[in-house]
Structure formats: C-alpha cells, structure tokens
C-alpha cells in the first residue's frame, strides 16, 4: 500500500516536473520577443469550430499578457461561402482568388464584420482589450483592383499602402487590433482583400518580429504526398528551391510567396500552422521544434537542428 501510495507520488510529481520544463523551455522566447510585434493571420476551417476558435484567441491573449504586441487580421472565407449559398449564388474562384462582384462584395463585408466583432468579443471576455476595424477605418489599407491573369475578376484588391499609425497607436494605447480585410480604392469603392495579402503587407508596414498563417495547412512539406516530411524550419532560398523544383506548387505557392515577400522587407520569421491543432500557436513559439514550419531569413539563426 505504501509503495503504491509512494508511486502515484512519483508519478503526479513527474506531471508537475513535465509542466515546468514546458514553462522552462518558453521563458528564452519570452524574453526573446517581449515588447515585439507579431501578426497572426487567422482563417480557415478553425473559424467554424466554436472551440477551436477560442483556443486560438487564447493563445493570442496569451501572447499580448506575456509582453508581446499582436495584431490579428483575419478571413472569413467559409463563413462567406455559407452566407452565398443562403441567398443562392454559387461561390466562384479563378486562380484562387474570390470572384467578387458587387453583391459578392456586400455579402461578403457583412459577414466579414459580423467574424470581427465576434473574435473582439472572446478577446473582451478573457480580460484583454480589443479593438475591431476594417481596413476602409482611417485609410488602414489602400488598395488597387487586382487582376486574375490579367483577367477581371471584380472587387478584389491588391494593397498599395498601410495607414500603419493607426495601427501603432492602438498599441501603444494597449489594445490589441482585430483587423477584417477590406480596403478602399482612391475612389473609395470597397474591396476584398485577399486575407494573407493583407496580413503580409500589414506585418511589413508595422515591422513585426514574426507574422504567422493559421489555416488547414500543416506547414511545408519536402514532399507533398508524405506528411512525415513536414519540414521544421526552412530559409527563403531553400524556399525558392522548392518551388522551382515543384515541392511547393499549386495554392501554397502565392502564400509562400506572401511569406517570402515578408522576409525580405524587414520581418524577421513567418510561420505556417495547422489552426485546427488546439494551440498551435503557443506550440510553434515557445518550443524549440515547434509544430509548423518556420521560415527564416538565408542568415538567420536556427532553433531546431533535427532530433
């Protein structure tokens, strides 16, 4: 009886010891990043799940509480797909990209603001203060009408310009920003923003330490029908390499692309995660291996070297 009782002490205590070291292994990127910015790009199928979309908000909270500075921007293409459907006009894409005409267009902002105010909810209700705007509020994001392979595909924009003061001032006020992207010609007609063009370009006007993709992507892969070659972390040339090769192809190429762009104008390291893993964010930064992939800087200094 004695043993045993002595055993389950053990074994409580080796949970507790486990905790620690998880605490332990965390505290290097805290004080890494304290007072860094870093913008979470948030969308797909985790957006749906009521669960999930809260352990996401969680783990940005999270981050804001341990001294970092995030900004979410995020989508709503599933949501827009269901509303569409409802009022019965058929979803269209051309290269990946919404065809959005002007009902589209207006569906589409409605339901958009609707997932905004919803995510500033979950972040009021765990005791941090959020702010929720689109990208037309104070001329946030400036965009020009994008163009399918030169083909028309509607309101769709490309963004020219970031208004990063308003972004830097709801920072330094303590808020945390929860941006929808939209945006405004210099016409002042309203425009969908691809989600991760948006989030890219707010990352490089803002010149955070980290942006990172949440989506129904795990991370990049050597090879694209293994998911045992998810690769940890990856420079942008050895990036390149795999696109040129064809390791990279289809829609991962424009957001590898998006993630590329970043690098090179200022922003430190981006991450691909798989929103749908409970807390995958909190997984990638605070752990030496992390669970996606991270892509660096040709010269940047590597955290995990392989098992």
Request: with cysteine.
């Amino acid at each position: 009886m004695r043993l045993e009782r002595r055993s389950n002490m053990k074994a409580n205590m080796q949970k507790y010891l486990d905790k620690a070291e998880v605490l332990i292994e965390a505290l290097p990127y805290i004080q890494k990043f304290n007072r860094k910015i870093i913008v979470v790009k948030y969308g797909g199928s985790a957006m749906l799940d009521e669960e999930l979309k809260r352990n996401v908000i969680e783990d940005v909270t999270l981050l804001k509480l341990v001294g970092f500075k995030p900004i979410i921007v995020h989508g709503g293409g599933k949501d827009i797909n269901k509303w569409l459907e409802k009022v019965g006009k058929e979803p269209e894409f051309k290269n990946g990209l919404r065809v959005t005409d002007a009902e589209t267009m207006e569906i589409a902002e409605m339901v958009l603001g609707r997932v905004n105010k919803s995510l500033v909810q979950i972040v009021e209700s765990l005791g941090v203060r959020a702010i929720g705007i689109s990208g037309k509020d104070g001329g946030l994001l400036k965009v020009e009408k994008k163009y399918s392979c030169g083909e028309d595909i509607g309101f769709v924009g490309d963004v020219k310009e970031v208004n990063a003061s308003i972004l830097y001032d709801l920072l330094e006020k303590d808020f945390l920003p929860v941006v929808c992207s939209v945006g405004l010609d210099e016409d002042y007609h309203t425009y969908n923003i691809n989600a991760d063009d948006a989030a890219s370009a707010i990352a490089k006007a803002v010149g955070a330490e980290k942006l990172a993709f949440l989506s129904d992507i795990e991370g990049v892969y050597k090879d694209a029908e293994d998911p045992d070659t998810i690769i940890a972390e990856i420079t942008v040339e050895e990036a390149k390499g795999l696109i040129d090769n064809g390791s990279i192809n289809g829609g991962m190429i424009p957001k590898i692309q998006n993630c590329i762009e970043a690098i090179e104008n200022g922003v430190e390291r981006v991450h691909i995660l798989d929103g749908r893993i409970p807390h995958c964010l909190l997984l990638e930064i605070f752990t030496h291996k992390g669970i996606g992939t991270a892509i660096l800087k040709n010269d940047g200094s590597r955290f995990y070297y392989g098992e």
